[in-house]
């Protein structure tokens, strides 16, 4: 008998836990089975003459919020071709209501929760003929009937599951994030979050989870993101895994971790800071900092020691850490989110990320939709489009404003001038980004697509308008670009650099190579040429705090870019002379 489990990821560098978690826990004897990935971009057509040609007695899809509706697109053309094939659907976005999805589908049973042992059971009674009523925490079809088992516990020893990659060719994931899972669980109860469904943390032994990371550093992979709700929820296991992975750390391959910032105790915090350039990302929750919105939420935490560790965690600037805030919670109306925007970016975070809610089946704030009056889309990803505190409109300007954080201040091209802008003019960020929105909606440049040269522009045409001293904003923007991206700089930012006989001779000079490149002392200056911009600013452009007038002189270096951060490496050549002297 063959079996295929497919999932359609949201981007093809992500690949999907669930259905190498079933093809290596779940698999019974006399089955073959084969993985087969797709993302929500492909064709529908081809997915499904794909699907067709593998010719499976069983067809197994994991479903999620972003993929669902394809997904159950794809059942129901497959289910015209292969009449007698059995579809099963498991994953959160069909666990919770199972007899609707296979009243409205053509899929013949739902797994809820926790797939491994059910589907091993599933599979089982289907090898043998045998009926699936007392297979605990699935719905099925039967006679034209629907049929709900009672929920199955769930699995209290993880160790008992075997690695997710055992049976993996590593080779092909080179450049894909994979996902790891070292718990199960959530000590919180968050209303908005499935995990708070699931408070019971169950852990992977700690060498289980040395022995499965392991096997990615020697593979060399990328990106390992951990699916833990709360990573530190457990702070001694979570220390010996950190230690663990900087003690062992390849070089190449980076971590990302889901953390509570205020559970990190100072031990955590400095053993973190040792951690080498790359090796982690994390990811905080704080979605909002008012205080109300917190309590209406069931999630407890301190704002202060939540920024308190964060401040500490950024002075060893070895890893990139992302902040989350989410709108359209309840009790929060569109100042007091203007509050937690201000207070969040000024934590100065690698990306502030500006989600909106989702309301989720099974979560406990799907229950309380009525409560607060939530509106919300009908169809996935059921994300707010308002509620008792929000309006639509004001939704709609703080998409805006999360289109125009994304492409300024989370892509990491910018950062001295918005640092200009905000910080040093002691500007709310939240009204920086109002106006920003406000010059775009004017333009209508919302309307149309910009490369990356264009959103230059636009922010330099924006200074105009702001009657800032635009001299400088322009040496701000050409820092920026040099910094983040090639080295030839675009019509409407001037080059001010030497004449190309001059810095040749510096490039020449072995003094000055042993001084500021002296990792390419060998390498002739006709190469180091094509590789090297040097540029003389106007301002002491190192100093935002206090712009004066005077010559800065920097090289710009294409080096080897830190992993996490596409920074180029700069260096300052003479901070008070021209490249000539």
């Keep these: 008998m063959k079996i295929i489990l ?9 690949t999907s836990l669930s259905i190498r978690a079933l093809h290596s826990n779940s698999i019974p004897k006399g089955f073959q089975s084969l993985l087969k990935e797709y993302t929500i971009n492909d064709q529908l057509d081809h997915i499904l003459s794909d699907l067709y040609r593998c010719k499976g007695d069983i067809y197994g899809f994991s479903c999620y919020i972003w993929n669902l509706e394809e997904t159950l697109k794809i059942v129901g053309n497959l289910k015209k071709i292969l009449p007698t094939a059995l579809i099963v659907l498991g994953g959160p976005e069909v666990s919770f209501d199972g007899k609707e999805v296979l009243d409205h589908s053509c899929a013949d049973i739902v797994v809820k929760g926790e797939g491994e042992i059910t589907f091993r059971e599933l599979l089982s009674k289907y090898q043998s003929g045998e009926d699936y009523y007392n297979t605990d925490g699935i719905v099925y079809k039967k006679d034209q009937t629907i049929y709900e088992t009672r929920d199955r516990p769930a699995l209290q020893d993880m160790d008992q599951l075997h690695f997710a990659y055992e049976k993996e060719d590593m080779g092909k994931y080179k450049n894909q994030i994979l996902y790891y ?34 096997h990615f550093l020697d593979h ?4 390992v993101k951990f699916v833990d709700r709360t990573f530190n929820c457990n702070v001694s296991w979570a220390k010996d895994i950190i230690s663990f992975l900087i003690q062992n750390n390849n070089g190449h391959t980076n971590f990302h971790f889901e953390m509570a910032a205020d559970l990190l105790d100072d031990e955590i915090i400095k053993l973190l800071n040792t951690a080498p350039v790359g090796l982690f990302q994390l990811e ?21 020691k939540i920024e308190k560790n964060i401040r500490k965690l950024q002075s060893s600037q070895n890893m990139h850490i992302h902040l989350d805030l989410i709108a359209g919670l309840p009790e929060e109306d569109f100042d007091t989110f203007a509050h937690s925007f201000n207070k969040v970016y000024t934590m100065k975070p690698d990306m502030l990320q500006l989600g909106f809610l989702k ?13 607060y009056h939530l509106k919300y889309t009908a169809n996935p990803p059921y994300e707010i ?26 892509s990491g091209n910018f950062q001295n001038t918005l640092d200009y802008f905000i910080l040093q003019k002691e500007k709310a960020p939240f009204s920086f980004f109002q106006e920003f929105v406000s010059y775009w909606e004017e333009k209508k440049l919302f309307d149309v697509s910009h490369n990356k040269d264009r959103l230059y522009e636009i922010l330099l045409d924006f200074a105009y308008t702001l009657e800032e001293n635009v001299d400088f904003i322009k040496e701000l923007l050409k820092l920026d670009y040099l910094m983040y991206n090639k080295l030839t700089l675009p019509a409407f930012i001037a080059s001010t650099s030497p004449r190309k006989e001059e810095v040749f001779e510096l490039l020449k000079n072995p003094n000055f190579k042993a001084k500021y490149l002296p990792y390419q002392i ?15 600013f106007k301002y002491n452009i190192t100093n935002l705090a206090a712009p004066m007038k005077r010559d800065t002189v920097l090289m710009f270096h294409k080096a080897t870019k830190p992993m996490l951060r596409q920074v180029n490496e700069y260096k300052v050549i003479s901070k008070y002379a021209t490249a000539s002297q």
């Design 522 to 536: 060998e390498t002739p200056a006709k190469k180091l040429y094509k590789e090297v911009q040097i540029e003389i």
């Design 181 to 214: 899972e070292g718990s199960r669980g959530c000590p919180f109860s968050c209303s908005y979050c499935l995990s708070s469904v699931d408070k019971a943390v169950r852990l992977h032994s700690i060498d289980r989870v040395k022995r499965d990371l392991l």
């Design 6 to 14: 497919s999932t359609l990821n949201s981007k093809y560098i992500h």
């Design 359 to 371: 309301v989720l089946k099974g979560s406990p704030i799907y229950l309380q939709r009525d409560k």
């Design 220 to 223: 060399n992979v990328k990106q």
């Design 385 to 410: 489009l308002s509620n008792d505190f929000i309006s639509y409109d004001e939704i709609i300007g703080l998409k805006k404003i999360e289109s125009l954080l994304d492409r300024y201040n989370n």
């Design 284 to 304: 905080v929750g704080i979605q909002s900092v008012n205080e109300s919105t917190l309590a209406s939420i069931q999630r407890a935490t301190s704002i202060e």
